[in-house]
Every structure is written in C-alpha cells, then in structure tokens.
Nanobody, 121 residues
Framework: QVQLVESGGGLVQAGGSLRLSCAAS????????MGWYRQAPGKQREFIGT???????NYANSMKGPFTISIDNAKNTVYLQMNSLKPEDTAVYYC???????????????WGQGTLVTVSS
C-alpha cells in the first residue's frame, strides 16, 4: 500500500507565498510521476501540473508562472511553490502520484487527502 501525505497548507494574505509538500510512503518500487490538483468550493477538481522522476514538468496553461513544481526523488516528495497568491487560489490542494508498487509489482495511482489553502484579500 502506498500513501501520500500533503502538508504546508494554511491561511495566507493575497500576494503571499506558500509551499506545499507531498510525501509518498509505503511499498514503492518506483515513482513515474507526481502532480498537483486543486478543488475550489463548488467547482470541479482542476489540474495544476505534474513532474516526472526525471524532473520534466507539465503545467496547465493558467498555472504557469505563479506555480512551480519540484521533486526530491530521495525523499519521494513533490513540492508546489505558490507565489503571488490570489483569493481565487483558495482551494483544497491534492497530490497525485503514479507509482509502481513493489512485490507484487503493479501500477497504482494514488491520491492524497488534500490540504486547504485559504487566501485572504
């Protein structure tokens, strides 16, 4: 079993920054990619971006610039650096990972429980 645990959410003023972390643990053989999504109140879950284990990133067009995703393979941890935050960035932020689970080897997609980010005006 593989688990993802997000941290770093909280309350921040508009224009501020936050860095979210998401650590993967469990019977991990390898991580293919990790990514971030968010869901604002009353809205559908929205794609932010992904990063492969080699560091290749892919962002939603609207997320480029203020948001940066990075990965620490040694720690099985992905980060989301968020700058110039706006009230409309208020949402629950979810981590996602595509992993190969060890013994027996199989592909698994895993979601974290989410961390709330609130941006005040």
């Amino acid at each position: 079993q593989v688990q993802l645990v997000e941290s770093g959410g909280g309350l921040v003023q508009a224009g501020g920054s936050l860095r979210l972390s998401c650590a993967a643990s469990g019977s991990i053989f390898s991580i293919n990619a990790m990514g971030w999504y968010r869901q604002a109140p009353g809205k559908q879950r929205e794609f932010i971006g992904t990063i492969s284990s080699s560091g290749t990133t892919n962002y939603a067009n609207s997320m480029k610039g203020p948001f940066t995703i990075s990965i620490d393979n040694a720690k099985n941890t992905v980060y989301l650096q968020m700058n110039s935050l706006k009230p409309e960035d208020t949402a629950v932020y979810y981590c996602n990972a595509a992993v190969v689970v060890a013994a027996p080897y199989r592909y698994q997609e895993v979601w974290g429980q989410g961390t709330l980010v609130t941006v005040s005006s």
